[in-house]
């Protein structure tokens, strides 16, 4: 089955910096790659996702990268703000299973 | 509002007691799913329906049960052979088919605590 490892477990950057969350994949068979935000108590948020037609999707301050070859996509966040901590976890799919295989999550903390 | 509702968000139970968790979605979605969250961890998949009165076991399902009578509703029984059933239960739904089918959205979540 599906193995997502996501790097680092913990994140700390400088309010208005840039933030990157990478994960790999094992099964060169998924072609579906969500981010999801979870605060604390709450359910997981979906943020941006990515399918394998594409190399790399915007929306606003967040971007996300796919290198299929190499199996890895990654979260980038710009200009980061104090709203952006929170538990981001990466998940891999692939479209003709309806399982999707999470990352073990990156809290990532803004400092003012 | 449209979206996907959990209760309660908090619940307590004795150890050898069977206890039910409600999720509800006014999505229209066809398909829902039950995850485990453990701290550090990330999540784990119980069950999952695609349709009214089927389901399927997910990763984790032994100790767990669920019911999908009506496409809004998918209940999740913790049982007593749930060893460590300690966790934040996280309800999901999607549709199936067409550009938009491989999105999950999650509910709030249901911490249960057993002692």
């Known amino acids: 089955g599906e193995n997502v490892e996501q790097h680092p477990s913990t994140l700390s950057v400088q309010e208005g910096d840039s933030a990157v969350i990478k994960c790999t994949y094992s099964?060169?068979?998924?072609?579906?790659f969500p981010w999801y935000k979870q605060e604390l108590g709450k359910g997981p948020q979906l943020i941006i996702d990515i399918r394998s037609n594409v190399g790399e999707k915007k929306d606003q301050r967040i971007a996300v990268t796919l290198n299929k070859t190499a199996k890895h996509f990654s979260l980038h966040i710009t200009e980061t703000q104090p709203e952006d901590s929170a538990v981001y976890f990466c998940?891999?799919?692939?479209?003709?299973?309806?399982?999707?295989?999470f990352g073990t999550g990156t809290r990532l903390t803004i400092i003012p | 509002d449209g979206g996907i509702t959990q209760s309660p968000k908090y619940l307590f139970r004795k150890e050898g007691q069977n206890v039910t968790l409600s999720c509800e979605q006014n999505?229209?979605?066809?398909?829902m799913y039950w995850y485990r969250q453990d701290p550090g961890q990330g999540l784990r998949l119980i069950y999952y329906?695609?349709?009214?009165?089927?389901?399927q076991k997910g990763d984790i399902a032994e100790g767990y049960s669920v019911s999908r009578e009506k496409k809004e509703s998918f209940p999740l029984t913790v049982t007593s052979a749930q060893k460590n059933p300690t966790a934040f239960y996280l309800c999901?739904?999607?549709?199936?088919?067409?550009?938009?089918?491989?999105?999950?959205?999650f509910g709030p979540g249901t911490r249960l605590t057993v002692t």
């Open positions: 999901a739904s999607s549709t199936m088919g067409g550009p938009g089918s491989y999105e999950q959205y």
């Open positions: 998940a891999a799919k692939n479209f003709g299973n309806e399982k999707l295989t």
């Open positions: 999505l229209n979605h066809d398909a």
């Open positions: 329906s695609q349709i009214v009165n089927d389901f």
């Open positions: 099964d060169s068979a998924s072609n579906y």
